[in-house]
């Protein structure tokens, strides 16, 4: 499969947390608030003051369009000053219990419950709540993919069939059919042999049409030397031919259409003509000049024609190849993941092509699994109009590879602690490892309303422990990503990660730790976490099955969503 843009998700989060990201830009913050999207934990002695959330537990599936937010808070220290749930401040009863109702948008919704004791001293509860309709991991993601080719596109086709004609020895092909006219034995007959075909550069251009891609190619400096045996009044006599022209030119249309998933291409209305065309031949009888005026040219713009003819399809395949319908394997993170995409729909303007995609995304051996399934009416033409290439990318094509992998438990890891990094810091020669545990998928919304495309990672809980296997301290941490695209120094375009906002929690910490565990302490292993599950989903992201067009890289090249679309776009470069 041709994968131009696959390389458009390479590097998906890579930039979360590593150096030259813009989490990098905020580290000094790191314990700061949640508008600068740094990491945000507790102030003060994060052992003082305690949320206790009864509802909804971490790891909540609803299909509901809110959930209702109960719990209660204490402190040792103070009097409890303020409680706001996602910002908004709610009503404590006298033994500090509390509800309150939180709206829930399809996806993740990450409810932070903030606490402040008039002591100074201030905890965070962190957990998501995955909402929305949930459909087996089987399920085809219907429209997942739709690409449009402008008339710019067309250029590599046009670049390929130029190449192979250029390139085609139409000398052999015509003398392999000699004689190319024969009138039979008699008084009166001719023998037309071609010796040599010259010509000068073939121009071809390809653009959209309705119903198709419009291809016209002209031979230039045309020159067919040959001679010409013939009997007249049965006498026999030989003479020599040349027949020139300004150029040969062959027209038609490029008609794809869908057969059984796959693009099958054929070629309509074909047309051509010489022009300035002539020809030099002597000594012959008029029955043999009248034969070259007439059955011998339109033998040799025969072989032109059906040579040019039978190239076109091949290469119009070639160029479609990404988009044919296409089920392949590949093993990832462990586990064997079954990608598949399908052409369904297709349509054909003077403006350009379109193309939707059904996708799958499944893991071998894998039942029950589910993933959020959100379908929107597609991006339409004029939205998906544009110089180059324009891919639409649904974000559901991205959750439902997540949720699969997710549900094989793939997504969770091993950290193992390096000298000078967060866990080492923090817990010093204790730390053995520190084991993460995706309790909800990660989920991605291309989100019209906000502008945004982002990834939001809800309820990753981190324990670490000791050599002896004891639990020196528990952590749930989320993260809202957005994402930006760039490109490479050699020419590759990447999605990358902007202004994380992450959110850690300490679920508990051993009493055996010399010194409770500090806010910046917090924030430094939330962000090695979350570089973590970053560095795991760059892996598996680069696997979505995204088509592209042959020999062409993307310059300029933007990212925007669009109801519930990313669309990735830019200007093709044709090698």
């Avoid at 369904?344 to 699994?369: C, F, P």
Wanted: glycine share 12%; net charge negative; charged share 15%.
């Amino acid at each position: 499969m041709n994968r131009l843009l696959i390389a458009l998700l390479g590097g998906f989060l890579i930039s979360a947390c590593s150096s030259g990201s813009a989490a990098d830009d905020e580290d000094d913050d790191a314990a700061g608030g949640a508008d600068d999207g740094s990491t945000v934990v507790g102030e003060g002695d994060p052992t003082a003051i305690t949320i206790q959330i009864d509802t909804p537990e971490r790891g909540t599936l609803s299909q509901d369009s809110q959930a209702s937010v109960s719990g209660k808070v204490t402190s040792t220290d103070a009097d409890i000053e303020s409680v706001d749930i996602n910002g908004t401040a709610v009503t404590l009863g006298g033994d500090g219990t509390f509800q309150a109702t939180v709206p829930l948008t399809e996806g993740i919704t990450l409810i932070q419950t903030h606490a402040r004791d008039a002591a100074g001293n201030e905890a965070i509860d962190a957990r998501g709540v995955l909402s929305g309709t949930l459909v087996d991991a089987s399920t085809p993601v219907t429209n997942g993919v739709v690409a449009s080719l402008s008339g710019q596109a067309m250029t590599g086709l046009s670049t390929a069939v130029s190449d192979l004609a250029n390139g085609t020895d139409f000398t052999a092909l015509a003398t392999a059919l000699n004689p190319v006219v024969n009138t039979g034995d008699g008084c009166n007959d001719a023998r037309v042999f071609v010796e040599s075909i010259e010509h000068g550069p073939i121009d071809v251009s390809a653009t959209p049409v309705a119903g198709g891609i419009g291809a016209a190619v002209s031979i230039g400096s045309l020159v067919v030397r040959g001679h010409v045996d013939f009997s007249a009044v049965c006498i026999d006599g030989s003479a020599g031919f040349t027949m020139t022209a300004d150029s040969y030119d062959v027209g038609g249309s490029i008609i794809p259409s869908l057969s059984g998933g796959d693009i099958a291409i054929t070629i309509d209305g074909v047309t051509s003509t010489f022009a300035g065309f002539n020809i030099d031949v002597n000594g012959v009888p008029g029955f043999v000049e009248s034969l070259f005026e007439g059955t011998a040219r339109d033998k040799i713009a025969e072989i032109l024609r059906d040579t040019i003819s039978q190239m076109i399809p091949p290469l119009a395949s070639d160029f479609l190849s990404g988009f044919l319908a296409e089920s392949f394997t590949i093993p990832l993170l462990g586990q064997n993941l079954s990608l598949g995409i399908t052409p369904t729909a297709m349509n054909w303007t003077e403006q350009g092509g379109t193309i939707a995609i059904d996708t799958t995304a499944t893991v071998e051996g894998l039942e029950g699994a589910t993933y959020l399934s959100t379908p929107t009416t597609p991006p339409s033409d004029a939205d998906l109009g544009a110089t180059g290439i324009r891919v639409a990318l649904a974000d559901d094509v991205v959750n439902q590879l997540l949720a699969s992998i997710w549900a094989s438990g793939a997504l969770d890891d091993t950290m193992l602690p390096l000298p000078g990094d967060a866990l080492s810091a923090a817990f010093g020669g204790d730390v053995a490892s520190a084991q993460l545990t995706m309790i909800l998928p990660p989920v991605a919304n291309f989100d019209t309303t906000t502008g945004t495309a982002r990834l939001t990672i809800g309820d990753v809980q981190l324990d670490a422990v000791s050599s002896t296997g004891e639990e020196l301290a528990s952590f749930i941490l989320s993260a809202e990503i957005e994402l930006a695209v760039e490109t490479t120094s050699d020419g590759r375009v990447l999605i990358v990660t902007r202004a994380p906002q992450i959110v850690a929690q300490i679920l508990s910490q051993s009493e055996g730790l010399a010194l409770p565990l500090t806010p910046d302490q917090v924030a430094a292993i939330a962000e090695l976490g979350i570089k973590q599950v970053s560095l795991l989903a760059d892996d598996l992201l680069e696997s979505i099955p995204v088509p592209g067009i042959a020999g062409a890289t993307i310059t300029s090249p933007t990212i925007q969503p669009a109801g519930g679309y990313l669309l990735l776009g830019g200007t093709l470069t044709f090698e």
